[in-house]
């Protein structure tokens, strides 16, 4: 029977490219998902851009265009690095989309018929003169670390992120008129309420989690949930679907983790598929994997179970949560400020797809932050990719166009051989349902160690003159390690998984082992990496 599977691939936030911070946590949805579409299996894979927040505001007002013109610009760069990438989502999106914000809406009522928002009132910055609370960003006074301009959401001087009640000094933007405070309304969502229910599904996590993330929940929990406003006094964002609220947005903590259920929502209908069967916690066959990096982890180990919970129709919570750590660059943080942030473009535009993303797996941030060089990244490119796989390919397939025109013969393959690929895929494959994704290449990898063992030990060189017989043995079963290897890397490098299912002519990828039959013909031999040199 087919799986139903949906990966959630954090959203990336429109303020920026995308960087390898970004690509080192969302990675292993893709792989997944490859994976899991390899069994013949029910994926959804969404994400999208998280288009609404101060930061893209903030943003907007130093350039002086419009929100909107930020969020479109980055959504746009967005697509075409995960393109560049080979990523392939069911549905790319992004929350200002008018699909999002609908059904954000109904979820939003539907807590508030449920008991889990409710009106409190907070005192907030109000302008006399203009007659109207100010948003954050139409606060203006002196930031409480550097004494520089600041507006209510961010320093203009030090850069530093603000809460307008951090700001001193404050006055109103459009006028110059001090600011006063008044009561004001706000909804708030009673995450209070969901202690006890998200203890309960971290300690029933502990073997489908990261560590890290179990480790990071259990911290808030220790703490006390606290509830949280859902409401902002703001002009960009989700409008509130409740009377009196129409110079606040929906809070974009709360509407961008929904975008899981929204997009999945919607690539349910467009296949036909009844989305509250699929996402029910009675659906047997179901899986849940949240993939994002460990800054985002209370979003999806808190948060985004306890709106499941609030909104009540009954679905799966998280089942695994795949987080990872940061991308340090030559071992310092990497950030905008120090300039030392690589884009995906700008490695995509130097390296090979499939050398990066094997590279983000095998080296990157699954238990703890990695380091990133072009040293480190050059080296891995070289020994394993060049080294040890292009090398058994290429030494197999060189020798056989020189000497036999291309024709790998019929003959027996290995039976030793055919029991180790049968146990590697069901091997790899339960690491990859685990997200050990750096354990399931490497895994590989030993296989095709253990093939360019085989092949030196066979010496096929002296084999064709001495044994026919012993040298067909060994290229057919050569040819059909190396068959397998096309299905084995599949998900990690599908580049060149083609590029070996074209030189052999094998069917399209299935996670399964490929048998062969007959003699081989070699269509035109492509060499599958080129030495890296610094
Ligand atoms: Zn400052
Ligand atoms: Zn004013």
Known sequence: MNRDILIGGAWPYANYFMHIGHLAALLPGDVIARYYRGNGDNVIYVSGTDSHGTPITGRAKKENVSPEVIAKRYHEAFVKSFGAMDFEYDLYTATFTEEHKKIVQ??????????????KTIQQDYCEKCGKFLSDREIVGKCPKCGGEATGEQCDSCLTTLNADEVQ?????????????????HLY?????????IEDLINSSENTWRKQAVGESRKFLNNGLIDRAATRQLDWGIKIPVEGYEDKRIYVWFEAVLGYLTTAKRVAEQRGIDFEKFMSKDNPNLSTYYVHGKDNIPFHTIIFPALILGIGNGYQLPKYIVSSGYVNMNDTKMSKSKGNLITVDELVEKYDTDSIRYFMISN????????FTEELFAQAHNKFLVGMLGNFVNRNFSFINKKFDGIIKEAEIDE???EMTKELFRKVGALIEQAELKSAIDEIFEYIGYANKY??????WKQCKEDIEEFNKTTYTCA???ANISNLIAP???KTSLKIKKMLNLPEFKWEPITLKGDIKINELELLFNRIEL
């Open 106 to 119: 109904e979820y939003f009522l539907k807590l508030i018929k449920n008991g889990y928002i409710y009106e």
């Open 169 to 185: 000094d404050k006055h109103c933007k459009e006028c110059g008129s001090e600011t006063v405070l008044r009561d004001n309304k």
């Open 189 to 197: 969502f009673k995450l209070s309420a969901f202690q006890k229910q």
């Open 364 to 371: 990157g941030p699954e238990k703890k932050d990695m380091n």
């Open 416 to 418: 030793k051989i055919v």
């Open 455 to 460: 092949y030196d030990e066979k010496e096929p």
């Open 480 to 482: 059909y390690i190396i």
């Open 492 to 494: 990690f490098m599908p």
